[in-house]
């Protein structure tokens, strides 16, 4: 009976054993013990078996683990590195885009002998703008209607020392003061930066895609708030849409639709608008 116990006792001290962790008293007792009990001795040697065995192939799941990590680790690396490449191809793509049109923009800006014509909605109101303008002398018209029907004209002209700023409404012409005139030298529109810098920083938040709009070629730049429709020819507008916000009907977003001929406008183009009927008011 003591001999059982004995061999429980041994057992149960076998894995620390093993593991060097017990005192020598210890030892003594559980070698004094395998010397004479084959049962515990053929115990202790399958626990020495068990653990190496045990161990290693803890240690290959391991190793497996680690390597499958290391594997997916580098793929993700390498897709990382690819959306970054991807990405700055894109912006570069952009950047190239947008100061290609400035440069175009820039040339068509800096001639003076051009037509333009611009409709502008916005709701059930449309805004109708011809410019004649060849040098320093333009005749300029804005056509306000509303509902089909017009509302009011404004004409600006100027040739030579000679201005004129008048109105129409109801049927009623008003000359105003020519040195209040502003608004009558219509430019050449573009939406796009002359810097570098600025189209870099413009090309990292917007989008470009290329399109036709008014039977043009165009490039669509695309934000939060507006779509601007620029021509690949002229790197001029032509379309610009500046969204309302969601809180308002989406009948209050402006567009504006543009036209341009250069080198076509003549001297018999800048008429003096018709005063006749006409009040003067300061």
Do not use: W
């Not at 030892?27 to 040697?45: G, Q, Y």
């Not at 600006?156 to 105003?176: A, C, M, P, R, V």
């Not at 601007?228 to 009907?249: F, H, M, P, Q």
Request: overall charge neutral; hydrophobic content about 30%.
């Amino acid at each position: 009976m003591k001999e059982k116990r004995d061999c429980k006792i041994v057992q149960d001290l076998l894995p620390i054993y093993i593991e060097n962790l017990t005192n020598e008293e210890t030892n003594n007792f559980i070698e004094e013990h395998l010397r004479n009990c084959s049962e515990c001795k053929t115990v202790l040697e399958n626990m020495k078996k068990e653990i190496p065995v045990s161990t290693t192939q803890k240690d290959n799941r391991e190793v497996k683990y680690m390597k499958k990590y290391s594997k997916k680790l580098k793929t993700l690396k390498y897709a990382l590195l690819i959306i970054i490449i991807l990405y700055v191809i894109l912006v570069g793509r952009r950047t190239f885009i947008m100061a290609s049109l400035s440069k175009k923009a820039v040339e068509n800006q800096m001639n003076d002998n051009y037509y333009v014509r611009l409709y502008s909605y916005q709701g059930d109101t449309l805004t109708i703008t011809e410019s004649y303008n060849k040098g320093e002398d333009y005749l300029t018209t804005h056509t306000r209607v509303v509902n089909g029907n017009n509302i009011q004209k404004i004409s600006y002209y100027k040739k030579g020392e000679e201005q004129l700023f008048i109105t129409e409404s109801d049927g009623k012409k008003h000359i105003l003061n020519s040195e209040t005139m502003a608004g009558g030298h219509i430019l050449p529109v573009t939406y796009v930066s002359d810097g570098i810098f600025a189209n870099l920083q413009y090309a990292l938040i917007t989008g470009i895609d290329s399109t036709y709009c008014n039977g043009k070629e165009c490039y669509v730049i695309k934000g939060k708030n507006y779509e601007r429709y620029i021509d690949k020819e002229t790197g001029l507008a032509v379309r610009n849409i500046e969204k309302s916000n969601k809180e308002i009907t989406r009948q209050n977003d402006i567009v504006v639709d543009y036209e341009y001929k250069f080198n076509i406008v003549k001297d018999s183009d800048i008429v003096k608008p018709d005063t006749s009927d006409s009040s003067i008011t300061e």
